[in-house]
């Protein structure tokens, strides 16, 4: 299914640009008050219209199925070696100089509960 998905879209790419000036063209001929229908000029609008919606379908389609990254790290299997670590109080007293109280506090309680 991804693979077919990946197919459609590398077809889309080129059809992304030739979107963005169908909907050009969409908005000068509304303007210019011609109207969709099945005769003439208003035939070509109505085209144009159902081209640019069907794009926007498949372009949404794959933005919706496509793979997406995902990141897990846990954080709590890491454990820094004995040379990297210090005394809680030392922590502290730098954090003092470097935070404010309310987040010196919130330090506290957490180091309160290891």
């Excluded at 879209?9 to 030739?18: C, G, K, Y």
């Excluded at 000068?28 to 008050?33: E, F, K, Q």
């Amino acid at each position: 299914m991804q693979h077919l998905l990946v197919q459609l879209w590398l077809q889309l790419l080129p059809t992304n640009a030739s979107c963005i000036d169908h909907l050009r063209a969409i908005i000068y001929l509304i303007s210019d008050r011609v109207v969709p229908s099945n005769i003439g000029i208003g035939y070509i609008v109505r085209r144009l219209i159902r081209r640019v919606i069907r794009i926007g379908k498949l372009l949404a389609i794959y933005v919706q199925k496509r793979p997406r990254n995902v990141y897990l790290v846990n954080f709590a299997c890491y454990k820094p070696s004995d040379s990297l670590m210090c005394p809680i109080e030392i922590y502290l007293g730098k954090a003092n100089k470097i935070f404010n109280e309310e987040h010196v506090a919130f330090q506290k309680k957490i180091t309160a509960l290891h």
